[in-house]
Nanobody, 115 residues
Framework: QVQLVESGGGLVQAGGSLRLSCAAS????????MGWYRQTPGKPRELVAT???????VYADSVKGRFTISRDNAKNTVYLQMNSLKAEDTAVYYC?????????WGQGTQVTVYN
């Protein structure tokens, strides 16, 4: 069982930055990949970014050039650096881990961007 704990969400003005962290209970070096998704009320959860254990990354078109996903294997932590935030980035952000055939989710952290 893998536990994921997100932190770093909050309230920020448009154009500002936040960094989300996701601390995993296991060694993320062994995880196939980790990622961030987000969800707003009434909408399905959508991919924001993923990073494989080899360091390959994928980003949603809506965040390319503004968000950066990274990982620190020594700290078992994945980060999402979010710059140039927009009101439409407001959502609950969830960390996810792909471990063999299993997918694990964190509880989510709220990000609110105001104009």
């Amino acid at each position: 069982q893998v536990q994921l704990v997100e932190s770093g969400g909050g309230l920020v003005q448009a154009g500002g930055s936040l960094r989300l962290s996701c601390a995993a209970s296991g060694s993320i070096f062994s995880f196939t990949a980790m990622g961030w998704y987000r969800q707003t009320p009434g909408k399905p959860r959508e991919l924001v970014a993923t990073i494989t254990n080899g360091g390959s990354t994928v980003y949603a078109d809506s965040v390319k050039g503004r968000f950066t996903i990274s990982r620190d294997n020594a700290k078992n932590t994945v980060y999402l650096q979010m710059n140039s935030l927009k009101a439409e980035d407001t959502a609950v952000y969830y960390c996810t881990a792909y471990v063999a055939i299993h997918t694990y989710w964190g509880q989510g952290t709220q990000v609110t961007v105001y104009n």
